[in-house]
């Protein structure tokens, strides 16, 4: 603990240092010399890593060339010439992880970091930030009808996060399928995509994934984990929600399962970024994050770079965890014929929800009326039930003539005709019908 507080003291100490050294870098104005110190280096960086060795040099040479004509000496604003850079590299490919930033802060701390030994130090540090982050797990519950749901909103490295995915996985272990959502994650490690893959799947590893690096010329594979703590669920049903916003390794997740048949891929298609990386000191005051590896699916021999990965249910973001809950439930209800009555109850629900049953006026007014100790009534577009001594409670419509409170899940009311009159509502459970309540006025 000393030795720790001690490295942080000096990382501090060299951090203050750096910033009054060069207080006002931020705000100092461009430079024909850091300019060119910057295209040389972006060039360099892009040549000796960019997962793509001929576009990298059509980069640098595009950079080289631009730099000659004299379109970047017209640049007065250090954001604004980042903007201009990653704009020139991404005319030669649009690579969506490839971005080139302005950022005197951020290079200061790489290289205080740098100044550092990979010690515990570092992983300390690493650990807090993601700690901060719940490690990506930012929600979980078991839904109606026993679903289980996981939020995840980016994919931590196992190194820290291993025990609290294993018990995220282990606390969902019970449910009849499982719902993950990655409509917010902008990815991670593929440690951890491999980590959770592996609850999905028996202890026979299967190779889900493989992603080659540039820079060392080398192959990695994944396979799931022979082992994994606590119950692994090889028969459930998997559903992943996705976005425009999914990227990265949270593509990589979903297009593995995909392509390997084990889950329904429900949303949008994802972003496109299929190729990892790292950040890179460019100068004093710039960054660029460069893409050196390429993901290679072992089934398509290919990725999702640039196209996304398409889910098998097409759907507005924001209504497909409602949709997927839906088709679970549709499922599960095939396969469990003793509890289909409340798999359709919560389905009914579902289903109004996703896409909400419109009555007009009129029929809402022709609804109006006392119901033995309920009296039903319409106001301002909306349809109220009041029970004496208690307040009034708005009712929303699941069907044409089916209610229920709003909000509420165990109690529905259905509305009885008889000659197209209204002649009473009736107690609905999910199990059971209730009291029948006749109109007295």
């Known amino acids: 603990m ?32 850091e300019i060119e110190e910057v295209i040389l280096s972006l060039g360099n960086i892009l040549k000796t890593n960019y997962v793509y060795p001929e576009k990298a040099n059509k980069m640098a040479e595009l950079l080289d060339k631009n730099y000659r004509a004299g379109r970047y000496h017209r640049v007065k604003e250090a954001r604004q010439l980042a903007r201009k850079l990653q704009e020139d590299i991404k005319s030669v490919y649009q690579d969506k992880h490839l971005r080139v930033r302005f950022d005197p802060k951020v290079v200061l701390r790489i290289r205080a970091q740098e100044k550092q030994s990979k010690d515990d130090f570092s992983d300390e540090n690493e650990f807090r930030k993601m700690q901060f982050r719940n490690f990506g797990f930012n929600e979980l519950k078991i839904l109606s009808g026993n679903l289980g749901y996981l939020d995840l909103r980016e994919f931590s490295d196992t190194k820290y996060a291993t025990e609290t995915a294993a018990a995220a996985m282990n606390f969902l ?114 960054t660029i994050w460069v893409p050196s590896g390429r993901a290679i699916n072992p089934i398509t021999n290919s990725n999702w770079e640039g196209v996304g990965v398409k889910p098998h249910v097409e759907i507005l973001a924001s209504k497909a965890l ?26 009914t629900a579902l289903k109004a929800e996703l ?56 109690l529905r009311f259905k509305v009885l005709m008889e000659n197209d009159k209204v002649i009473g509502v009736q107690e609905v459970f999910y199990n059971r019908v209730g009291r029948t309540l006749f109109k007295s006025s």
Do not use: C
């Open 2 to 33: 000393r030795n720790l507080l001690l490295k942080l003291f000096l990382l501090l100490f060299f951090i203050a240092n750096s910033n009054f050294a060069n207080s006002g870098t931020e705000n100092n104005p461009l430079t024909s010399k």
């Open 173 to 286: 272990s019970n449910t009849d399928a499982l719902i993950i959502d990655l409509r917010f994650n902008g990815g991670g490690s593929p440690t951890m995509t491999q980590f959770l893959s592996s609850y999905l799947f028996n202890s026979k590893p299967v190779h889900l994934s493989g992603i080659y690096w540039r820079p060392d010329n080398e192959y990695t594979e994944f396979y799931t984990l022979s082992q994994v703590p606590g119950k692994r669920r090889p028969d459930i049903d998997v559903y992943i929600l996705t976005s425009d916003n999914t990227f990265s390794a949270a593509e990589e997740f979903s297009y593995n399962l995909k392509n390997l048949k084990r889950a329904t891929l429900i949303g949008e298609t994802t972003r496109g970024g299929a190729h990892p990386g790292e950040r890179k000191v460019v100068s004093d005051r710039f």
């Open 322 to 347: 409602l949709k997927a809950q839906i088709i679970a439930l549709e499922k599960l209800a095939k396969q469990k014929e003793n509890l289909d009555s409340i798999y359709t109850w919560y389905i």
């Open 355 to 410: 896409d909400p049953v419109q009555i007009d006026d009129a029929t809402l007014q022709q609804y109006e009326g006392k119901f033995g100790f309920l009296t039903w009534s319409f106001e301002n577009g909306s349809l109220y039930s009041k029970r004496k001594g208690e307040e009034k409670r708005q009712l929303e419509a699941i069907d044409n003539n089916l209610f229920r409170f709003q909000g509420g899940k165990n």
